[in-house]
């Protein structure tokens, strides 16, 4: 009779035993899925909160550009000239010699619409820049021995008018001419000879304004075409240029 006591006995242990782990397991289970709930809702919540940062955080701060090269050239021409002219061009016009043709540093600042003011400064030195920006025969504008050392000097805003209006004042890239002073920046090198017979520079103001997505409209006020000649003692007005980007 003890036995069958005991037994039963045992029989409610383990049933009770049984029971509280089932129950147990059912609270680690619904412990874990509680979890898992938590963690897969984890990064939707740091999604949200990443998109809502994007969404209120400032405009990214104006980027400044830095540049800076040396070109030294040697060009060699078979007919050895005893002066070393390359015919009558303004640049690169040295040869069967070793030249610093142009050396350069600069910084520049865009005009954007969560920084309006802009900027440009590039200064130079060596042969390309000593005969450029002159005339042939008009007088020179007073200080051309130290200003034919800045490529570039000019500030620029972008006025909250319409689609944006691009203002710039200063020593700026001509409008005429589509080939660079520097060498680098031309297929030839020596630059096509329509390059030096064009302003590489002008000084003055412009405006542009976009009227659409491929008219873009300027208009230019200067000193005169060449930028470090003064001829005439009186600003001359360009008339307005139509850029037609091409269709991506």
Not at 8 to 23: D, E, H
Not at 54 to 67: H, I, L, R, V
Not at 196 to 203: A, G
Not at 223 to 234: E, F, G, I, K, R
């Amino acid at each position: 009779m003890g036995v069958p006591g005991l037994e039963r006995r045992l029989f409610t242990v383990v049933i009770v035993a049984t029971r509280w782990m089932t129950s147990h397991s059912a609270i680690v289970f619904a412990d874990q899925t509680a979890s898992g709930k938590a963690s897969s809702a984890t990064p939707d919540a740091t999604i949200s909160v990443q998109q809502e940062a994007d969404a209120t955080s400032p405009p990214s701060a104006a980027k400044w550009q830095y540049n800076g090269f040396v070109d030294a050239g040697y060009l060699l021409d078979f007919n050895h000239p005893a002066n070393h002219l390359f015919r009558d061009r303004s640049t690169a016009f040295k040869v069967d010699e070793l030249d610093l043709n142009m050396a350069a540093a600069g910084v520049k600042k865009l005009a954007a619409e969560d920084s309006r003011w802009g900027m440009e400064l590039e200064v130079q030195t060596g042969k390309d820049s000593e005969n450029f920006g002159f005339s042939a025969t008009a007088p020179m504008v007073s200080g051309s021995d130290w200003l034919r050392h800045f490529g570039l000097a000019d500030v620029s805003y972008l006025a909250p008018v319409g689609k944006g209006l691009a203002l710039q004042a200063g020593l700026f890239n001509s409008f005429i001419g589509y080939d660079s002073l520097y060498a680098k920046d031309n297929f030839t090198y020596t630059r096509p000879w329509g390059g030096d017979y064009t302003p590489y520079l002008m000084f003055g103001v412009n405006a542009t304004y976009p009227f659409t997505r491929k008219i873009t409209v300027s208009t230019f006020v200067i000193n005169d075409y060449d930028h470090l000649a003064d001829p005439t003692m009186c600003p001359a007005s360009a008339g307005s240029s139509l850029t037609f980007p091409p269709t991506m």
